[in-house]
């Protein structure tokens, strides 16, 4: 008797759109949550392909590490011949003025190679899933639903960029930088307003981002997931017993984290080096420039790392980590990365945004109350032990298995979401020209899915 046959559904073919390629030694915290997302699809037994400009820093990050899925580099010239190669050149010339007009836009040559070839069109049209990483390839959507119009559209918004231009011009000393950010925040709260009637699914990390976007746009489908930032290799350490050494970890070329690093050093650390002479401030993280690398290396008891392989090696070594971090938006990953360690963690109001505050050691936007939480932190062994505790606490947020399961129900909740909507409209379509209903045509074969 033969055995009876087990049918297999065909791998779901998945489009990532990202200004970054998916890496697996990611250097900042946007690579990190990209590379996890494209992981949780892998291991729901997706097809995956990443698109990406093709851009001089991302083709040398990869004499450093690798790809996790096949990655297409778009918009470079001489990839193309003929008219093509001839438009991309223009398109590129002309970037600077476009930056200067709205520097959030998505690369304009990548847009090019979206419209013109016939391959990537292809690929699109195949997806089941388009996936947008940040808000500004978000405002692909529209584009997109034109060129695909049976894929589902997701985004996850790293941040909301309204919020974060807001607090910049908040900042900007006046005249016409200042009028430039607050221009450029108009923008993207109309981004938000428009992307929330035409994605399929919104991601956020946290619940503060998801009543951002719902007061831009009330309708929209929004799913916030915690930021996945725990494995079994994730360890808890034991801070009570280390010497005093206070630590900030951060990708150091987003001007937020190098003046973070600027503000603890120049600012808060001198008064815990006066109460504990001994203490050192180690300042881990690459991208720092030549001029404020000298000032921070300037102060007694600074220490910078630079770029490390290990972070481990770096957490290990940290008995509190303080991020005086005033701007930006979104989770800091840096953050919870110490909580889950089990380090004590001070930060700031900014730092703490879509934090549960119980899991923090302190939160303060003032200097000297900031230092105080340190200087307690390297004396105290009882705040390492609460630290501990929260870390047990923070590791059941931030898992990745938890993150897996929540990421891929919602993808799936959006395709379905895609074919009610499009089926709904085809048919809406029909009976206004006088046609009756028909089920809309097959989906693509597995041989005819994702090459």
């Not at 990190?32 to 995956?48: K, M, P, T």
């Amino acid at each position: 008797m033969a055995a009876p046959s087990t049918k297999t559904n065909p791998p779901r073919p998945i489009v990532v759109l990202s200004p970054m390629a998916a890496v697996e030694a990611p250097a900042t915290a946007g690579g990190v949550l990209l590379a996890r997302i494209v992981q949780s699809h892998r291991a729901a037994g997706s097809q995956v392909v990443v698109l990406t400009p093709s851009l001089r820093a991302a083709l040398a990050e990869l004499e450093r590490t690798s790809v996790l899925v096949p990655t297409r580099f778009l918009g470079r010239p001489r990839d193309r011949r003929g008219a093509r190669r001839l438009l991309l050149t223009a398109v590129h010339r002309a970037v600077p003025v476009l930056l200067r007009v709205d520097d959030l836009l998505p690369w304009p040559p990548l847009v090019v190679d979206l419209l013109t070839d016939r391959a990537t069109r292809a690929l699109l049209q195949r997806a089941d899933v388009i996936d947008l990483q940040w808000e500004e390839y978000g405002r692909l959507a529209p584009l997109l639903r034109l060129l695909a119009p049976r894929a589902a559209l997701v985004c996850t918004f790293h941040d909301v960029s309204s919020q974060r231009l807001e607090r910049e011009a908040l900042r900007a000393d006046g005249g016409r930088a200042a009028r430039s950010v607050r221009r450029a925040a108009a923008r993207s709260r109309r981004t938000e307003r428009r992307l929330g009637s035409i994605l399929d699914q919104s991601f956020v990390l946290s619940g503060k981002d998801e009543k951002l976007l719902r007061a831009a746009s009330p309708d929209a489908r929004i799913r916030v997931i915690d930021p996945p930032l725990v494995d079994e290799g994730t360890p808890v350490l034991d801070a009570s017993e280390r010497p005093p050494v206070v630590g900030f970890v951060s990708y150091l070329r987003r001007h937020e984290n190098r003046d973070a690093a600027l503000r603890l050093a120049e600012r808060i650390w001198p008064r815990v080096r006066g109460a504990v002479p001994g203490a050192r401030l180690l300042i881990v993280g690459g991208g720092v420039e030549e001029e404020p690398a000298r000032r921070l290396t300037a102060v007694p008891g600074v220490e910078l790392t630079g770029f490390v392989e290990d972070l481990e090696d770096a957490y290990s070594q940290l008995r509190v980590t303080v991020s005086a971090i005033d701007r930006g938006a979104g989770v800091k990953f840096k953050v919870v990365e110490s909580i889950i360690r089990g380090i004590p963690t001070i930060t700031t109001s900014v730092g703490a945004e879509g934090i549960d505050p119980g899991l923090l050691t302190a939160v303060s936007d003032d200097d000297d109350a900031l230092a105080d939480a340190a200087i307690r932190a390297l004396r105290d062994d009882r705040v390492a032990r609460s630290a501990r505790d929260a870390a047990d606490r923070a590791r059941g947020l931030y898992g990745i298995g938890r993150f897996d399961a929540a990421h891929q129900r919602a993808i799936t909740e959006a395709i379905e979401h895609r074919r009610r909507t499009r089926g709904a409209r085809l048919r809406t379509g029909r009976l206004r020209a006088g046609r009756m209903p028909r089920v809309d045509g097959p989906h693509p074969t597995e041989g005819e899915r994702l090459r």
